[in-house]
T-cell receptor, first 112, second 111 residues
Framework: DAGVIQSPRHEVTEMGQEVTLRCKPISGHNSLFWYRQTMMRGLELLIYFNNNVPIDDSGMPEDRFSAKMPNASFSTLKIQPSEPRDSAVYFC??????????FGDGTRLSIL | RKEVEQDPGPFNVPEGATVAFNCTYSNSASQSFFWYRQDCRKEPKLLMSVYSSGNEDGRFTAQLNRASQYISLLIRDSKLSDSATYLCVVNLQGSARQLTFGSGTQLTVLP
């Protein structure tokens, strides 16, 4: 079975540039989560969707971050403009309600 | 107070040792509990769910103490391959925040 698929695996870009991270959840899962992980702050929930609808975006750091889920099989997390402090590993995860989450491999983002 | 708290470690133990991690949670209405494992530069992966009666999976035993609001993970006969960060995860029924992850406990098993 295909797991959660994220792209790109790695991204290095200059500050000020727009960054778009992509996620394809496991087929049949109805919830999708975006996390950010750093050494300092650990794993932080940024936003999650239930049945393609954003439910809680209180973890989104600021207006530079936005996330969309146009359909059940695709989501994006966009940072515009990017800053060096956005450098982190960004994970996407999906699940069926009340079951454990399954994580993608993550996107390692470096903003120079 | 954090919603989920773990001792960050690191725990350095010799191969074959038994090691235990504890995790406390603040919300008594929490409904389901999990342990995840995260290897260096990898994604978190589900290790095991934690059931009220306690459960075992090979060398791993998970227990839940609702009265004291903590869960534990016991690893017996530790292997080099057990070296990883172990994340405690709590799910509050009906919570808009869904799963809450602890910051993780780092384990290194030494030869």
């Amino acid at each position: 079975d295909a797991g959660v698929i994220q792209s790109p695996r790695h991204e290095v870009t200059e500050m000020g540039q727009e960054v778009t991270l992509r996620c394809k959840p496991i087929s049949g899962h109805n919830s999708l989560f975006w996390y950010r992980q750093t050494m300092m702050r650990g794993l932080e929930l940024l936003i999650y969707f239930n049945n393609n609808v954003p439910i809680d975006d209180s973890g989104m750091p600021e207006d530079r971050f936005s996330a969309k889920m146009p359909n059940a099989s695709f989501s994006t997390l966009k940072i515009q403009p990017s800053e060096p402090r956005d450098s982190a590993v960004y994970f996407c995860a999906s699940r069926i309600t009340m079951s454990p989450q399954h994580f993608g491999d993550g996107t390692r983002l470096s903003i120079l | 107070r954090k919603e989920v708290e773990q001792d960050p470690g690191p725990f350095n133990v010799p191969e074959g040792a038994t090691v235990a991690f504890n995790c406390t949670y603040s919300n008594s209405a929490s409904q389901s509990f999990f342990w995840y494992r995260q290897d260096c530069r990898k994604e978190p992966k589900l290790l095991m769910s934690v059931y009220s009666s306690g459960n075992e999976d090979g060398r791993f035993t998970a227990q839940l103490n609702r009265a004291s609001q903590y869960i534990s993970l016991l690893i017996r006969d530790s292997k080099l391959s057990d070296s990883a960060t172990y994340l405690c995860v709590v799910n509050l029924q009906g919570s808009a925040r869904q799963l809450t992850f602890g910051s993780g406990t780092q384990l290194t098993v030494l030869p």
